[in-house]
């Protein structure tokens, strides 16, 4: 919270004093949710990258997103957990979500890393928790928050995902982290296979509000 600029400083007092207008700021708003929930993250002043980046993934305008910045920018830790997250308990109220990494093993590490902040987070606990889950799903590659109603399921680039649903939703949302590698990009077929797997198998794999 050390890098949080000062003239913000006293709404963050605010919020760190009253639970009830801290949680209904931090639901509406990705950025407070990012820093208040996540600032353990923050190790430096946000960039203008950052602040682009967020106004970018609260935009319900926006079907489709691609990030690309340096490693260590931290876009995997804002967009495929903060942001994920956020879209489950927060304004979005996201109940199906599909996370997709280049491997499955990937993915399981990602989802992990989703598990790992549910279950340690205590701030975010005690303010949007208790997280009950489905404990037979933590074996396999979904996470179900039923107080939420909804589920976080890992996937790897290439595989089926037509049939996915959850109840009655498909996927609303869809996060890429790093689906191709220096391999699959070396031929012109390894990049229209990802490419044809991306448009014909994910993308249609939502409906006609799905962000990806």
Sequence with gaps: MD?????????LDRLMKDRQVRTAVCKE????????YFGNYVKYALANFHH???NTLKDRSKHLTTVVAFRG??????????????????????????????TQEQARQMLRNVRTELETNRLLRGDLGPFRE??????????????????????????SIRGLIH??????????????DLESVKTREGRDKTSEWFRSELVSGGDLETRV
């Design 3 to 11: 890098n949080i600029p000062h003239d913000q400083k006293e709404f």
């Design 134 to 159: 489905e404990e037979d799903e933590w074996r396999n590659m979904s996470l179900v928050l039923s107080n939420y109603g909804a589920r976080i399921t890992a996937v790897s680039a290439g595989q």
């Design 29 to 36: 708003d990705l950025y407070w949710y990012f820093l208040f």
């Design 73 to 102: 920018s931290g876009k995997s830790t804002i967009v495929s957990l903060v942001f994920l997250l956020w879209s489950v308990m927060g304004r979005e109220k996201k109940k199906y979500i599909l996370l997709v990494c280049k």
């Design 52 to 54: 682009v980046l967020l």
């Design 167 to 180: 109840g009655q939703y498909r996927p609303e949302l869809i996060i890429c982290d790093d689906i191709e």
